[in-house]
T-cell receptor, first 113, second 115 residues
Framework: GIQVEQSPPDLILQEGANSTLRCNFS?????LQWFHQNPWGQLINLFY???GTKQNGRLSATTVATERYSLLYISSSQTTDSGVYFC???????????????FGQGTILTVHP | ETGVTQTPRHLVMGMTNKKSLKCEQH?????MYWYKQSAKKPLELMFV???????ENNSVPSRFSPECPNSSHLFLHLHTLQPEDSALYLC??????????????FGEGSWLTVV
């Protein structure tokens, strides 16, 4: 099956700093989502971005599908940004992927005040 | 609030008990999913339902039994579980066809501890 690798595994920032999280995947995808998992376990949708660039406030994401990677940018980080960030992809293999997402291991982000 | 509600949020059960997890979505979606998140492991897809029909069982042991009575509700029936089944169980939903805009939305999860 498709492989998803995220880097870095851990990231510690001072409040106000910027960061870039990376997601590499091993096959063509028709679905790519970034999630933030809060301390209570809930996965919050950040972006649906199988290709292109999107921005939402201090967050933005870019997926270069032909090169099989996606980047999540966090600018002016805040303590509330702490948590685990997951990249998840749906592969083109086997037809419509619905929500059969394959998740990466996640990046644990800690933002200190 | 994502439009996907799970109950209970926390469950402790013995290995001989029978319990159920419930999921309800208010998004008008037709596909629903169960995912499992164990410590130190990526989220794993367990089951997929499309218009109430199971379309995927990702080699899940039979002690986990899903039920989807309609497109808005999904259950996970649990019986004779093992301590290693302790995990966060996440329900999700999405629209059915087409890759465009097929965003998946997760519930808050049910923390299960098997003792």
């Amino acid at each position: 099956g498709i492989q998803v690798e995220q880097s870095p595994p851990d990231l510690i920032l001072q409040e106000g700093a910027n960061s870039t999280l990376r997601c590499n995947f091993s096959d063509s995808v028709n679905n790519l989502q970034w999630f933030h998992q809060n301390p209570w376990g809930q996965l919050i949708n950040l972006f649906y971005i199988p290709s292109g660039t999107k921005q939402n406030g201090r967050l933005s994401a870019t997926t270069v599908a032909t090169e099989r990677y996606s980047l999540l940018y966090i600018s002016s980080s805040q303590t509330t940004d702490s948590g685990v960030y997951f990249c998840a992809v749906g592969s083109l293999a086997g037809g419509t992927s619905y929500g059969k997402l394959t998740f990466g291991q996640g990046t644990i982000l800690t933002v200190h005040p | 609030e994502t439009g996907v509600t799970q109950t209970p949020r926390h469950l402790v059960m013995g290995m001989t008990n029978k319990k159920s997890l419930k999921c309800e979505q208010h998004l008008g979606h037709n596909a629903m999913y169960w995912y499992k998140q164990s410590a130190k492991k990526p989220l794993e897809l367990m089951f997929v339902y499309n218009f109430k029909e199971q379309t995927e069982n990702n080699s899940v042991p039979s002690r986990f039994s899903p039920e989807c009575p309609n497109s808005s509700h999904l259950f996970l029936h649990l019986h004779t579980l093992q301590p290693e089944d302790s995990a966060l169980y996440l329900c999700a939903s999405s629209r059915v066809l087409g890759s465009s805009g097929n965003t998946i939305y997760f519930g808050e999860g049910s923390w299960l501890t098997v003792v």
